[in-house]
């Protein structure tokens, strides 16, 4: 069977450079801001004569437009966005178009102002962390009945957190290299890679607690390994199939939602690995209370294969061991009981 959790230091350790390496690209490059979040104005436009992308926006630069982006909807339409024009600004923009490409027709003009900007940044931040609050409570609530509920919750959030820190880090990369700009697509995306990744985690760590009421092993990292395998493929069939609807929207919707769908891909992506190897990694670590190995280096020895046990037939349905918590105890003697596993003697 598959050592999963035996390498849970490695895996948190890959994360945590992954994590790093994010913030590292948050703080260098920042985030591009679009209009939404921005101020400005988006000018929908098209040209009866046929006009590459790439032309458009040299031909912007060439105008004195230094912070503007353009992007292309399936219809074949150009939105352009760029500061908060006025109306004659706006009129002063197409002539030079005209002059340039031909005739230009006007599809649609969005103007924001620097206010509605800053109240929907306010919104979108609020939105965030209300949804991460009810996570925690939401999964400490339904593993109530777990020992330490709690523990469950915060690492749902910490696995969250690391998510949506990956999916900033690339929009980081994607707008110094590329000039992506955030917009109210984005957080659309944010909070939809929010849902799927507690989904998947949800489901791990419900797998983990129907294996602990089994009594599968009186250790609980042989239970949390042995639930990770047993929901390896359908954690990875499940993600594949939703790539593959969110693969489709991007080749064939286009810009329109284009922030939506990448963001949305990266979450699945980086979401099935913090589910299988952040979230349950982290649980154990602190069942096992292992904070402080993190400042050593991982063994790179593999520990030696567990003795394999004797069967131990079936769990008692009401005593249990308070030396080693297993089940599989046995009558002794005047009314006493066995541990099978530890063999000590109790009442």
Request: net charge positive; proline share 4%; aromatic share 10%.
């Amino acid at each position: 069977m598959l050592d999963i959790i035996g390498k849970r230091f490695w895996f948190l350790l890959i994360s945590g450079a992954l994590a790093l390496i994010c913030i590292i690209f948050l703080v260098t490059f920042g985030l591009e801001l679009g209009v939404d979040f921005s101020s400005g104005s988006i000018l929908t436009v098209s040209f009866e004569q046929e006009v590459d992308q790439g032309q458009l926006e040299r031909e912007l630069a060439g105008l004195g437009y230094t912070s503007v982006s353009v992007e292309r909807n399936p219809e074949g339409d150009f939105l352009i966005s760029t500061v908060e024009l006025t109306t004659e600004e706006k009129t002063q923009l197409k002539e030079n178009l005209v002059a340039k490409f031909g005739t230009v027709n006007e599809k649609g003009f969005e103007r924001v102002d620097p206010v509605i900007a800053k109240e929907t940044a306010r919104i979108a931040a609020i939105a965030v962390a209300i949804a991460a609050v009810g996570i925690l409570l939401y999964i400490t609530w339904a593993f109530r009945r777990m020992p330490s509920p709690f523990r469950y919750g915060t690492c749902g959030i910490l696995a969250l957190v690391f998510n949506v820190l990956v999916v900033l880090g690339v929009f980081a990369i994607l707008g110094a290299l590329f000039g992506w700009r955030i917009n109210l697509m984005f957080i659309t995306g944010i909070l939809a890679v929010i849902g799927y990744s507690v989904n998947n985690t949800v489901v791990i760590f419900d797998r983990i607690r129907e294996n602990l009421i089994k009594g599968v092993s009186s250790s609980f990292e042989v239970v949390v390994n042995n639930s990770l395998v047993e929901s390896l493929s359908r954690s990875f069939n499940t993600s594949l199939t939703t790539v593959l609807v969110v693969l489709a929207l991007l080749l064939f919707v286009g810009a329109s939602i284009r922030n939506f769908t990448v963001a949305l891909l990266i979450g699945i992506i980086i979401g099935t690995y913090s589910s299988l190897y952040v979230a349950p990694a982290l649980l154990v670590v602190w069942e096992k209370g292992e904070w402080g190995r993190f400042i050593k280096r991982p063994s790179l020895v593999r520990p030696a294969a567990p003795r394999i046990k004797p069967a131990l037939g079936k769990p008692h349905p009401t005593k249990t061991c308070p030396k080693c918590g297993s089940r599989y105890v046995e009558p002794a003697y005047e009314g006493r009981f066995r541990c099978k596993e530890c063999s000590k003697i109790f009442t």
